[in-house]
């Protein structure tokens, strides 16, 4: 049975009331307008993650110029380097995949709550991984500027730095995502949903 | 004016509306509990990374146990742990006052939208430093150990671990705390205010 004064125009909705009328209609068109940029720029912070680690994986890996000349698994730092890139731009892969998803479908790839708590808690450790590798892999490459291994083979050393130097761009990007996804799982406690801005 | 029919037994009272009455008293006795047992517990993490982050920089500036044994100002990594750790410890003080204010006072040191991001940005921060600077120590520490200076004055490297290792447990409460601090923004963002919980 339909009311014989529908008000449509002149009223005053309050936007915490999500009742069927056009008013409401544009309201959350803003807001899913919001949401979509929101996620579009955690999408871009995924890739970017994902092409530094990558690179610095691939750098790490391929610094051998011989047989006669040093190996990136001879220093644990440099292997712990590798891992923590690997597992880095392996994390961020699916990540992005997950993003695209949401974006795509509208809909979180696993249960909210648990996708809202995976991705900070992996964001937040992942960032601390990356940095503490990256440091320890800093001050194995200082270490070795002064000896031998870096006279005799200086490629090795340059490369080396660049790959280290790869690591922490993708930690600065993996860092801004952790502080995105953690802005997702407070609005997740406060308001039951990650889509309320 | 008062109503003829209070209305104290019986009625259900919506936590969400503030009305002068005892029950909405009640709510906020128990909001306020929940507030101080929020702030003694950052008081609390400030606290033990206080404790941890002072007793690094003490066991690294008196490491050295004579004339021809090596100085922790030697080698650049441990120079830098050492002002990492005070630094943390200066501030982890600075913000056990700023706590134990709030904590009396009832206000915050700063005014509130200050406050909350100056504790989150550099908490932040501050952790990141720790943990770079600690995996840079340990590194260092890792290839020092080969080397003559360690089998020369064995006392100075394990001195040295102990205070990368304090280091590390200070981040990890710093980290904590600066979970909790994030919190706390988050609650002024989407509040208005720090408090509501």
């Known amino acids: 049975m339909r009311s014989p004064h529908p008000l449509r125009n002149g009223e005053t909705p309050s936007p915490h009331h999500r009742i069927p009328d056009p008013h409401a209609h544009f309201h959350s068109t803003v807001a899913l307008r919001k949401i979509r ?8 912070l995924r890739l970017a993650t994902f092409c530094f680690s990558l690179a610095s994986f691939v750098f790490m890996l391929t610094n051998s110029s011989g047989s006669g000349s040093p190996h990136w698994y001879d220093f644990d730092a440099f292997r712990f380097s590798l891992a923590a890139n690997a597992i880095v731009a392996l994390y961020s892969l699916f990540e992005m995949g997950a993003s695209v998803w949401e974006i795509s479908m509208g809909v979180t790839l696993f249960p909210e709550i648990v996708q809202v708590w995976f991705d900070f808690g992996h964001d937040q450790v992942f960032a601390y991984l990356l940095l503490s590798t990256g440091s320890a892999g800093t001050e194995l490459a200082r270490t070795l500027n002064g000896t ?4 005799a083979t200086n490629a090795f050393c340059v490369q080396s730095a660049i790959a280290i130097a790869l690591g922490f761009a993708g930690f600065l990007f993996l860092g801004l995502s952790s502080l995105l996804s953690g802005f997702r799982v407070v609005c997740f406690i406060i308001n039951g949903s990650r889509l309320h801005l």
Chains 1, 2 share one sequence.
């Open 37 to 44: 940029r929101f996620n579009l720029l955690i999408l871009v």
């Open 148 to 151: 031998v291994t870096c006279t």
